[in-house]
């Protein structure tokens, strides 16, 4: 997607617990999503954002900066429904032991969470795309992601360990 701030358009793609920006791997970590404003940790670097006015071009405050933000290119919702796909929530993983084990062979689509993320049971850890449908794996109880064993794009057969909660 094409990020333009203050004028300045930027490549930004967003891998789970990382964002690529203009060809840049960055990692990020976001605290207090629902909640204004929210830690934005860039690399270790703490930051404060606040979406100050929402729309096109939407004002966001960072440490107390104001940027005029606003989206070009791919930036598209779709429901998965309209692409011929339907959404399964809560089937193609099964969990043991920490766990969290693939059902069905399939490709990530999608990572939500981070290592070292704290989750709630039910809490959607990333999306298997198997069959041509999207599968929501879960989170089988609250915990803590100990480790994350793909990232999108990784092709898993049933049986492989997606990740493991402690």
Known sequence: MKLIVDGKPFDVQSTGCEINVDGTRIPVKVEGLQQYPATVFV???????????????????????????TTAGNLRV??????????????????????????MPGKVIKVNVCEGDAVESGTILMVL?????????????????????????????GGDVLAVLE
Do not use: C, F, W
């Not at 670097?45 to 100050?52: G, I, S, W």
């Open 43 to 69: 690399g270790n670097r703490p930051l404060k954002v606040e979406v100050q006015s929402p729309g096109s071009p939407a004002t966001v405050l960072v440490d107390g900066k104001a940027y005029s933000v």
């Open 78 to 103: 779709s429901s998965a429904r309209s692409q011929g796909q339907s959404k399964v929530r809560g089937m193609g993983a099964q969990a043991s032991n920490g766990a969290v084990k693939a059902l």
């Open 129 to 157: 795309e198997a069959m041509k449908m999207e599968n929501e794996i879960h989170a089988p109880h609250a915990g803590r992601v100990k480790s994350l064993m793909v990232t999108p794009g990784s092709n898993v057969n």
